[in-house]
């Protein structure tokens, strides 16, 4: 995977030099090179018990802690969701994981049924397919507590990139090369990229999330983990009083 990585690279390197310094919290993706990969995997690599080991730990401990805790919100969120558009309550979707391998990401539905019958499209901020539900789901995040099963079977961490579709890491990858690098690590329920810019609806947008998201491939640890879902928590308690 790293190979690959660093051929793709090599085909867009320009100068290196350290851009952590041009853009706090982002690595501008145009500074991204063969060279500056060799250093993010090797300062990652001194944190490898915590990446690799504790890490993992972790998300299975915690993430079953929360799955048990929030079984009765997911059951009146399911019957919410029932009462405003029917069946299903879930969704399952293709998702590209670490290693660029496909696994099934699940959430609570937030759309009208058959959204996507004319081929997947870029969410918007104010999206006609969204039902009134939906739209608080996603705004509080909720929406996402069904991928706590995905953070226990190993699909995800609970702190990661946001794993996109397919057919949408061909055309950012093709735009740049660099997005490949997000995939050297599990994705995430929630991610530095989400607590800073939120969502993306276009390959402009989506870029800046990737600049977000190479600086956390490059800094990831423990406190940086735990900032990331302390963020996270504050974001979900402050939207739920919006």
Known sequence: ???????????????????DAEAPGRVQVETVTDEWLHRALTEAGRRHV???IVKRGLDVVLGCTAIVMLVPLGLLIGLIVA????????????????????F???????????????????ASHID?????VGRML???????IPQLVNVVRGDMSLVGPRPERPGAVRRLTADAPAY???????????GWAQVNFGYANSIETSRTKLEYDLYYVKRRSFLFDALILARTVWTVLASSGT
């Open 104 to 122: 099934r990401m699940i959430k609570f539905r937030t759309m009208i049924r058959d959204a996507e019958s004319a081929g997947p499209q870029w």
């Open 138 to 144: 996603r705004r509080t995040r909720l929406d996402e």
């Open 83 to 102: 009462l405003d558009g029917g069946f299903p309550v879930l969704y399952m979707q293709d998702r590209v994981g670490e290693g660029e391998q496909r």
């Open 180 to 190: 490949a690098i997000r995939h050297l690590v599990r994705p995430g329920l929630t």
């Open 1 to 19: 995977m790293t190979g690959v990585v660093a051929a793709a690279l090599g085909a867009a390197a320009g100068k290196a030099h350290d851009a």
């Open 50 to 52: 915590y990446l690799r």
């Open 128 to 132: 006609p397919r969204v039902t009134r």
